[in-house]
């Protein structure tokens, strides 16, 4: 079984900085796609980002040139650098990876509020 660990949620005023961690533990078979993806009250949860094992990433437009998804493979750990932060990136962020069996495993959640 597999288990994702969050962490670097929090509170900050806009324009901003967090940093967004996601290791992974457990019986992982070999990670494929490492994502976040964010769901702010009343809408869908929509991705934010994702990278591939080769390293290609994905953004969407709403973040590009404001947040930078990396991943450690040694470390089975994604990040999410997020700069310039504004009130509407305020959502608990989720992260997620998929094995490249397509098996796919989902964090807890780490709240992000970013006030004005």
């Known amino acids: 079984q597999v288990q994702l660990a969050e962490s670097g949620g929090g509170l900050v005023q806009a324009g901003g900085s967090l940093r967004l961690s996601c290791a992974a533990s457990g019986t992982i078979f070999v990670i494929n796609a490492m994502g976040w993806y964010r769901q702010a009250p009343g809408k869908q949860r929509e991705l934010v980002a994702d990278?591939?094992?080769?390293?290609?990433?994905n953004y969407a437009d709403s973040v590009k040139g404001r947040f930078t998804i990396s991943r450690d493979n040694a470390k089975k750990t994604s990040y999410l650098e997020m700069n310039s932060l504004k009130p509407e990136d305020t959502a608990v962020y989720y992260c997620?990876?998929?094995?490249?069996?397509?098996?796919?495993?989902w964090g807890q959640g780490t709240q992000v509020t970013v006030s004005s």
């Open positions: 990278i591939t094992m080769g390293g290609r990433t």
């Open positions: 997620r990876i998929a094995d490249v069996r397509g098996y796919v495993t």
